[in-house]
């Protein structure tokens, strides 16, 4: 078996690996996947996102917390795929070292990378990146588990 899946994996195959769904569903694409090394994902902002009625009316910014939300689900993505499971759910166990470096607007492409540090079982620790235009907006380590539903 290739460690490189067949690019890219679109929001309907994403959604048969996560359980999210809208509106926390924050994934739309992967479009590089190395198993058990790193993962790039996409997730497309848009002023229809219901986070921007409330964020700072008249100034709409992503929230911080949803951009590491999208970092831990293109890390799910990889820990499902690099582990070859089903029937299982991930369960974030814990975010370090997380900076918020640039506001992501509407409209904004969020580029997510994620490196893994270490899979000792079922636990994962991953060091993320995000960037928009190449510039980078946001960074954390994340630790995730994948159990039994």
């Given at each position: 078996?290739?460690?490189?899946?067949q690019m890219p994996i679109d929001t309907k195959t994403i959604m048969?690996?996560?359980?999210?769904?809208?509106?926390?569903?924050?994934?739309?694409?992967?479009?590089?996947?190395?198993?058990?090394?790193?993962?790039?994902?996409?997730?497309?902002?848009?002023?229809?996102?219901?986070?921007?009625?409330?964020?700072?009316?008249?100034?709409?910014?992503?929230?911080?917390?949803?951009?590491?939300?999208?970092?831990?689900?293109?890390?799910?993505?990889?820990?499902?795929?690099?582990?070859?499971?089903?029937?299982?759910?991930?369960?974030?166990?814990?975010?370090?070292?997380?900076?918020?470096?640039?506001?992501?607007?509407?409209?904004?492409?969020?580029?997510?990378?994620?490196k893994v540090k270490k899979v000792r079982g079922t636990i994962w620790?991953?060091?993320?990146?995000?960037?928009?235009?190449?510039?980078?907006?946001?960074?954390?380590?994340?630790?995730?588990?994948?159990?039994?539903?």
């Amino acid at each position: 078996m290739s460690s490189e899946e067949q690019m890219p994996i679109d929001t309907k195959t994403i959604m048969e690996i996560l359980p999210h769904r809208y509106p926390f569903l924050l994934t739309d694409k992967i479009v590089e996947l190395k198993k058990n090394e790193l993962v790039r994902g996409i997730k497309n902002v848009t002023i229809n996102e219901p986070f921007f009625q409330g964020h700072f009316p008249g100034h709409p910014i992503m929230p911080g917390v949803l951009i590491i939300e999208a970092m831990a689900q293109v890390g799910g993505i990889l820990a499902f795929k690099s582990a070859d499971v089903t029937n299982k759910v991930g369960y974030c166990m814990g975010i370090d070292k997380a900076r918020f470096r640039k506001p992501v607007l509407p409209g904004d492409t969020l580029e997510i990378l994620l490196k893994v540090k270490k899979v000792r079982g079922t636990i994962w620790t991953f060091t993320g990146e995000a960037f928009v235009e190449g510039k980078l907006v946001a960074n954390a380590e994340l630790m995730a588990t994948i159990v039994d539903k």
